[in-house]
């Protein structure tokens, strides 16, 4: 097997893990309705795509934070040189 296909089966063992435990809770909840099994591993591939949306979107506030900060530090510098405090 290669690499990739290492990766995927560990990508669809996870989803289809948290797609389980999705339809174990929602059993819980709703006893009385049946939920086909195969839709355990389609929610489970949503929840790992909206995880690494949630997590992008995050860490581009982070990086809009820093170059944010940086262009502040960038304008005290020069604000520095001008007035010849530097």
Same mark, same amino acid.
């Given at each position: 097997?290669?690499? =990739?296909?290492?990766?995927l089966a560990?990508? *669809?063992?996870?989803a289809h893990l948290i797609g389980n435990a999705f339809l174990n809770i929602f059993g819980t909840i709703?006893?009385?309705?049946n939920v086909p099994a195969h839709f355990a591993d389609t929610v489970g *591939? =949503?929840?790992i795509i909206? %995880?690494?949306l949630i997590l992008f979107q995050f860490a581009r506030k982070i990086a809009i934070a820093i170059v944010i900060i %940086?262009?502040?530090?960038i304008v005290i510098r020069l604000m520095l040189i001008i007035f010849g405090l530097y």
């Open positions: 097997m290669s690499i =990739l296909e290492h990766i560990f990508v *669809y063992s996870i709703f006893p009385n309705v *591939y =949503l929840t909206t %995880a690494i %940086a262009w502040g530090f």
